[in-house]
């Protein structure tokens, strides 16, 4: 499985971004993470695999919105009222189950800047 992530940028405070992941395989629960500089990695808002459930991290909670059109393999991640804090790295994360075994996945990351 490959996930592919875009969307990413630059953006002033108060704005909006909406990030991508495209996944190339069979895929159940999904994620997206951010690391910022010094920091872990941090779960910033999760999917479960037929897209009812959703989690999210309470510093995001109200602005950004998680979805997932099955039919595209593809996750989204609506960024609204950004702030110079969410400013990190985001990674598209998917488990896939197959034979008894989960498997983790990762993307390669994509740049968020939110200016103040």
């Known amino acids: 499985v490959q996930l592919v992530e875009s969307g990413g940028g630059l953006v002033q405070a108060g704005g909006s971004l909406r990030l991508s992941c495209a996944a190339s395989?069979?895929?159940?629960?999904m994620g997206w993470y951010r690391q910022a500089p010094g920091k872990q990695r941090e779960l910033v808002a999760a999917?479960?695999?037929?897209?009812?459930?959703?989690n999210y991290a309470d510093s995001v909670k109200g602005r950004f919105t998680i979805s997932r059109d099955n039919a595209k393999n593809t996750m989204y991640l609506q960024m609204n009222s950004l702030k110079p804090e969410d400013t990190a790295v985001y990674y598209c994360n998917a488990l896939a189950r197959r034979g008894g075994t989960t498997y983790n996945y990762w993307g390669q990351g994509t740049q968020v800047t939110v200016s103040s």
């Open positions: 999917i479960t695999s037929g897209g009812v459930g959703t």
């Open positions: 395989g069979s895929i159940n629960a």
